[in-house]
């Protein structure tokens, strides 16, 4: 199964995408994850996006679709693939449908998750992730068990995304209007769109989502 996570920055796309992977065996491909680690590693693409992320804009859609091309690669036919912050344009969708169709795979849902998106900004702002496994976390929403250990491997150290604070979120949330929502259209036309209210508890909200991959 092959599954596109789509709502704007916040929406909870990687929240959901972390429990697909945990309850089905799926893999995320989050451009973001990859674009960070990018990044991170100080590759040539990681140089080119820095700034682009750090201002909100989008990274080029070939660069973007490359990384994608290339995690399908690496992955087993039978893995089902999440797309967690793709395909982000017209031009992204468009690649998607080819790089599918070259590995004889399709897509099967869109979920969308509708969400109000002056919530998002006390959401984004107040995430945070376990720097060891990565695990994510919230000031108020969902705090480790334990005080400063996370759940899931005990580390102590914790991290906040530079792009997460308020200037630069309202850019993401500009951008996501008017580059990403326009690809819904298409994907409505297709019948395979369904949508999820975003906005509910994080467990609600995971429920709607088993319902629509039970299909
Ligand atoms: P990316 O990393 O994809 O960021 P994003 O789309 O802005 O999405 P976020 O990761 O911010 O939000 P999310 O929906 O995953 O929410 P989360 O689950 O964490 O992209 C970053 C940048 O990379 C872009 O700005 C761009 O520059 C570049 N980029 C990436 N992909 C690109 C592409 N395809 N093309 C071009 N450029 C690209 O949830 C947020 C918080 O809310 C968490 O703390 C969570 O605990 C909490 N939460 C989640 N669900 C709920 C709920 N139901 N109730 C209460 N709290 C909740």
């Known amino acids: 199964m092959n599954i596109i996570l789509l709502g704007p920055p916040g929406a909870g796309k990687g929240t959901q995408a972390q429990r697909l992977v945990e309850r089905h065996g799926m893999r995320q491909l989050s451009t ?18 820095k700034a682009v992320m750090e201002r909100g804009e989008l990274v080029s859609d070939d660069i973007v679709s490359a990384l994608i091309g290339e995690e399908l ?27 599918l169709a070259a590995r004889g795979r399709s897509l099967d849902h869109v979920i969308e998750l509708a969400v109000d998106e002056d919530a998002l900004v006390e959401r984004i702002t107040g995430r945070y992730t376990c720097a060891t496994c990565g695990k994510g976390y919230h000031d108020k929403f969902e705090q480790p068990k334990l005080p400063g250990v996370c759940d899931k491997c005990n580390g102590t150290e914790f991290k906040r995304r530079p792009d997460d604070n308020e200037e630069t979120v309202r850019t993401r949330m500009a951008e996501y209007r008017a580059k990403t929502a326009p690809i819904l259209p298409g994907y409505e036309a297709r019948g395979i769109v369904a949508r999820v209210n975003g906005m509910a508890e994080m467990d609600h909200v995971t429920a709607a989502i088993e319902r629509i991959v039970a299909k």
Do not use: H, N
């Open 32 to 49: 973001g994850d990859m674009l960070r680690a990018a990044v991170k590693a100080g590759t040539p693409v990681g140089l080119q996006a």
């Open 73 to 99: 690669d690496g992955m087993g036919a039978g893995v089902g693939a999440i797309f967690d912050g793709y395909p982000r344009t017209e031009a992204q969708a468009a690649s998607l449908d080819g790089i």
